[in-house]
Structure formats: structure tokens, C-alpha cells
């Protein structure tokens, strides 16, 4: 069985927090303009990382696939990695992504051991343009 973690970029401190996932909901009060616009329903991520909980961005939370690169690196959601790929003939960079209960990286199952993360699409967007 497989490590259910995740990561998350701290909107505090600006730097990767690692462990669950949670998104919860807060009220807040609009000031009383009308009884029934009273409460609103905003949603929190957080990870919590066993001793803390931060809050996240929720553009940069990514699921831990349980596998490792070819350094023994995790590989999350999000992670740009090399990897050859019989389409391309070659090596390439791909983003990790998950699609109908698998992770992919490009257009292949993320299964090969020849992956190596380089970066994640978080800090580095421009390597995928």
C-alpha cells in the first residue's frame, strides 16, 4: 500500500510543506447587510505536517505518487521529470499528472524507473512553454 501524502507551497513562509491535505470551510460575516447573505462558506487548504498546520495555495497541491525517480526523489503531482519516451524517440521533459485513477507523466504511465525529477511546473512554468 501506497503513502497517502501531499505538498503544498506555505502562503506564509513561501516554501514546500509536506503531509495531509485539508480543505475546510470557515463563515464569515459580511457585515449584516441581510439576514440570509449573513454567512458565507470560504474554503481553507491546509497541510498538516504533524505538528503544524499551514495554510497552502491551492494551485500548487500535489498528490505523492509513492514512487521515486532514479535519485530516490518522491515524485509528486506537478513534478517535471525527464524521461525517454518511445513517441517522442528520445528523452524529454513531461509534467506529472493524474488522469482516471493513474499518474502519468507526458503521455506514459509513471512506472519507469528511469524518470528524474528536475523541477516542479510550481517554481519553473517556463520548462513546459
Not at 513561501?14 to 460575516?29: M, R
Not at 497541510?47 to 498528490?63: A, F, N, P, S
Not at 506537478?78 to 503521455?107: M, P
Request: charged content about 30%; aromatic content about 16%; proline content about 2%.
Amino acid at each position: 500500500m501506497r503513502e497517502i501524502k501531499f505538498r503544498g507551497k506555505d502562503l506564509k513562509r513561501n516554501k514546500w510543506v509536506y503531509g495531509y491535505f485539508i480543505f475546510d470551510s470557515e463563515l464569515q460575516d459580511n457585515g449584516g447587510v441581510e439576514c440570509y447573505y449573513k454567512e458565507f462558506i470560504t474554503s481553507i487548504p491546509y497541510i498538516y505536517d504533524g505538528e503544524k498546520y499551514h495554510i497552502v495555495e491551492l494551485k500548487t497541491v500535489g498528490e505523492y505518487t509513492g514512487l521515486k525517480d532514479k535519485n530516490g526523489r518522491e515524485i509528486y503531482e506537478g513534478d517535471v521529470a525527464k524521461y525517454y519516451s518511445l513517441i517522442q524517440g528520445g528523452e524529454t521533459l513531461g509534467q506529472v499528472h493524474y488522469v482516471n485513477g493513474s499518474f502519468l507523466i507526458g503521455e506514459c504511465y509513471l512506472a519507469n524507473k528511469r524518470v528524474e525529477i528536475v523541477v516542479n511546473i510550481y517554481d519553473n512554468p517556463e520548462l513546459l512553454k
